[in-house]
């Protein structure tokens, strides 16, 4: 069968990694180790030699629905028909399991709601993308798969058959019944397995709804969109590794932008640029733990610059530098689109605004989290430094266009904000600091911007120096504070980035056609950029237009409350999913429109949460 559409799945997690689970029941992604490690199943890439974990009744006749266990990423998928109702839970524990220490797990628990319906279970996972092939045996009444060092095992209340390289099962599950699946991932010599205790397996279970409650009780948000901005914060949790604090993009590779197109990367890494905006959303609504975690895993980079401060765009969720990338020929790709990556190339970019985003964050969790230490503030003049040196240079921006380096408006402009964040805090903070260099290099940006950035003919600000084409980025030019909201110049740029790259609350992030970037095709819109333009028009204050732009935008996540990176034209999700900037995004938009709205003293902190 062919993958299903991105949309059509949920997510659980360990804060280690993160397995996407199909409306049928299928587990089509999962990377046992961690979120950049080979995949095991990779069905959603190939359905033939990704390697999926089937588990359902036959297809006639059933309805499938989805939902996750209240305030939690606990997912139930629900199989109905005239013969009967079933639903399977699955996660993965949260909580340490009675002192025993193992590999990461998977639990699928089966119970019967009514009537009786008959299911059928295949595993078969693809170890390394589908390149190595697993050696499957009989281990008890366990099956275990293992490909070097690396196993499965799987176990289970219902009797398991070795097929064709896989695990196989048929039963029933009448009203009252339950079945339970556990599949472990580990290396070395599997232990000999034990059958699935149920009263064992309803205490991981109840741990790990706990430990999900008691983690989103500290979110001091209580406006509008509630449901909204939890189901957010649930996923940005997911997508953390809880050994450093960093965040992932998202958890897959190879989603794409346009079905059957080339825009398909990996973002099972960490980005800078996410820095500000993470620290920003999760501080806004109480998470001060998360974003302390995620700041030290930054300036623990900041540790391994070398004597010139260039960082590196994205690293690997424990700090590995080299995220060199390669094709996987192997696989046909998501619905065809190819190629298959692994690792990303951009890693080895010029991204300018990342250095903004740095600081922002930086000044950010001084403000509301922690006072920084001696130590980072060393190392964040010396990087202030280093964007005096370079500001001038051409990069590849914020979308990492892979067509050649231009001046992008938005890079400078995030030049600026580095310099004014670093200013603004070694004054509240009495550091030592280079501040005149700071002052006169970040005036000279503004000029810089304000007379190349800008094409009076256009009438807007322009995606880079010397063209005329529109970027959504420009819709941050308020929030960071780089002009009014009020200005004129600003106004007419929101109104052509609504003229020409907006189709009802949906924004392109600019025109492929119009702006080569190095792959030549088109792509969907992006999320991001969608609440980007409802924060814009919340503080220009056309409040009831960013309303309905929030709304509208609401009626695009899927059934579980996600969202991948783009919505392509018929409304299906597009790139890899779920994605953190969108919900980080989301987050933002919801607080300031709240706020607007009337929500003040309803647990955000106030609209100007950049300013002194």
């Given amino acids: 069968m062919p993958a299903l559409p991105i949309e059509d799945h949920g997510v659980i997690g360990d804060l280690h990694t993160i397995a996407l689970v199909g409306r049928d029941g299928t587990i089509d992604w999962w990377c046992p180790e961690r979120f950049d490690a080979p995949a095991v199943f990779a069905g959603l890439l190939d359905d033939e030699r990704g390697g999926t974990w089937a588990l359902g009744p036959e297809p006639d006749g059933i309805t499938h629905k989805q939902l996750y266990v209240p305030d939690s990423n606990v997912l139930v998928t629900r199989f109905m028909s005239p013969d009967g109702v079933v639903e399977v839970t699955d996660f993965m524990p949260m909580a340490p399991r009675d002192g025993e220490t193992r590999g990461r797990l998977i639990v699928r628990r089966v119970e019967g709601v009514r009537g009786r319906i008959r299911l059928c279970m295949r595993c078969a996972p693809a170890f390394d993308y589908g390149e190595t092939r697993a050696d499957v045996r009989a281990l008890g009444d366990a099956v275990a798969f293992a490909a070097g060092d690396r196993h499965l095992v799987l176990r289970g209340s219902v009797p398991l058959a070795v097929e064709d390289g896989a695990a196989t099962a048929e ?99 960490t980005w800078i640029r996410d820095a500000s905006f993470t620290i920003y959303a999760l501080s806004r609504i109480g998470f001060t733990a998360e974003a302390r975690a995620f700041i030290a895993w930054l300036y623990a980079r900041l540790d391994e610059v070398g004597p010139d401060g260039r960082i590196q765009v994205m690293y690997a969720v424990d700090g590995r530098h080299d995220l060199t990338e390669r094709t996987c020929d192997g696989l046909k790709g998501y619905r065809g689109s190819q190629p298959v990556r692994v690792g990303n190339a951009a890693h080895r970019q010029l991204q300018l605004d990342l250095y903004g985003e740095l600081v922002d964050a930086t000044y950010l969790y001084n403000k509301y989290g922690t006072p920084i230490a001696h130590d980072q503030w060393v190392q964040l003049r010396r990087v202030l430094n280093h964007v005096c040196d370079i500001w001038r240079e051409p990069d590849a921006g914020i979308w990492e266009v892979r067509g050649g380096p231009r001046h992008f408006v938005h890079s400078k402009v995030m030049c600026w904000v580095a310099l004014d964040r670093g200013i603004r805090l070694a004054e509240k903070r009495a550091f030592p600091a280079d501040r005149q260099r700071w002052l006169t290099v970040r005036d000279e940006i503004y000029e810089d911007v304000m007379a190349h950035g800008w094409d009076e003919q256009r009438g807007a600000f322009v995606q880079s120096y010397g063209s005329t084409t529109l970027d959504a980025a420009l819709l941050l030019l308020p929030l960071v504070f780089f002009v009014s909201p009020e200005d004129p110049r600003f106004l007419r740029t929101l109104d052509a980035i609504q003229q020409e790259l907006t189709n009802g609350s949906l924004v392109h992030r600019y025109n492929p056609e119009a702006s080569p970037d190095g792959v030549d095709e088109p792509e969907g819109t992006f999320t991001m950029c969608s609440f980007w333009l409802v924060e814009a028009l919340t503080r220009v204050g056309r409040v009831a237009d960013a309303r309905i732009a929030f709304e509208r935008m609401l009626g695009y996540a899927n059934h579980l409350g996600l969202y991948s990176e783009e919505i392509g034209p018929s409304g299906e999700a597009l790139g890899n999913f779920p994605q953190a900037f969108t919900h980080l995004a989301l987050i933002t938009a919801a607080v300031n429109l709240n706020r607007a709205l009337g929500g003040r003293g309803q647990g955000e902190r106030s609209d100007e949460f950049w300013a002194d």
């Fill in 171 to 269: 039963f029933t599950i009448g009203q009252g019944d339950r079945a339970t699946l556990i599949l472990e991932a580990g290396t070395g010599t599997p232990a000999e397995p034990t059958a699935p205790d149920d009263q064992a397996i309803d205490r991981l279970f109840e741990r790990t709804v706990d430990y999900w409650h008691d983690w989103l009780s500290t979110c001091t948000y209580r406006g509008r969109w509630r449901e909204m901005v939890y189901r957010s914060a649930l996923t940005l949790k997911l997508l953390t590794y809880a050994p450093t604090g960093a965040i992932v993009a998202a958890p897959t590779t190879s989603l794409p932008e346009l079905v059957g197109g080339a825009r398909n990367w990996d973002y099972r890494y």
